[in-house]
Nanobody, 123 residues
């Protein structure tokens, strides 16, 4: 089993920045990739960014490329999402997911999830 704890959300003005953290514990050696997803009210959970745990390879949704950066600290078993130039449309609950088998852009590819952290961007 793997446990994930998301943190770092908050209220920020458009153009501002936030850094989200996802701390993993348990059988972390089993993990292949960690990803960030977000879900706005009335919408489906959508892919934001993901990182392969072993080599640091990353992938991003087009909507966040150039603004968000995902990174990992293996020693701390923590993944970060640095979010810059935030827009009101980035408002959502952000969830960290962990996959044992691959890097996926669909939520169904992830077996473990954090509890989510709210990000609100005001205009």
């Amino acid at each position: 089993q793997v446990q994930l704890v998301d943190s770092g959300g908050g209220l920020v003005q458009a153009g501002g920045s936030l850094r989200l953290s996802c701390a993993a514990s348990g059988r972390t050696f089993d993990l292949h990739a960690l990803g960030w997803f977000r879900q706005a009210p009335g919408k489906e959970r959508e892919f934001v960014a993901a990182i392969i745990w072993s080599n640091g390879d990353t992938t991003y949704a087009d909507s966040v490329k150039g603004r968000f950066t995902i990174s990992g600290d293996n020693a701390k078993n923590t993944v970060y999402l640095e979010m810059n130039s935030l827009k009101p449309e980035d408002t959502a609950i952000y969830y960290c997911g962990a996959s044992r088998y691959g890097l996926y852009v669909r939520p169904s590819g992830y077996e473990y999830w954090g509890q989510g952290t709210q990000v609100t961007v005001s205009s």
